[in-house]
């Protein structure tokens, strides 16, 4: 999961028990640093979701606001009945860490370094950089 990334949970509901539903919560809880047990509730999520938080489905923008690099996290959804029964489910997940030059000597550069939009032909070229997931992939705008 990146944190540069919009994240779209949905939930979805069948059978009878779906045109009972009264209420959708949404939690966010972060594992505590290390800890492989200790969850801690992420505090004030509604004001940096782009959903409200009783939605059928939970929307994060991809702008760091609310999740951070290299962190677990979990996701509950906590869905009451008008018969005041409740249903929790809920989702764990860990958000990458960006690529990184480990010798200092690497990066990303252009040849030439200024040109015309259709006429200059630039040549980008990358190394030195590193990450656990592989293959790296490249993109340029």
Not at 35 to 47: A, R
Not at 61 to 70: M, R, S
Request: with cysteine.
């Amino acid at each position: 999961m990146s944190v540069n990334q919009r994240l779209i949970l949905k939930s979805s509901c069948s059978g009878p028990l779906c045109d009972i539903i009264i209420k959708y919560d949404w939690l966010l809880f972060k594992l505590k640093v290390s800890s492989t047990t200790d969850w801690m509730i992420v505090p004030n999520i509604e004001d940096r979701i782009l959903t409200d938080i009783n939605n059928p489905n939970l929307v994060i923008p991809g702008d760091k606001q609310l999740l951070e690099e290299n962190t677990k996290y979990k996701i509950r959804v906590v869905v009451t009945l008008t018969t005041g029964f409740t249903y929790a489910e809920e989702i764990t997940f860990i958000t990458n860490s960006p690529p990184r030059i480990l010798d200092g000597r690497g990066g990303c550069f252009v040849t030439p370094t200024e040109g015309l939009v259709l006429t200059t032909e630039f040549e980008i070229s990358c190394s030195g950089w590193s990450d656990e997931e592989l293959p790296l992939h490249y993109e340029f705008r």
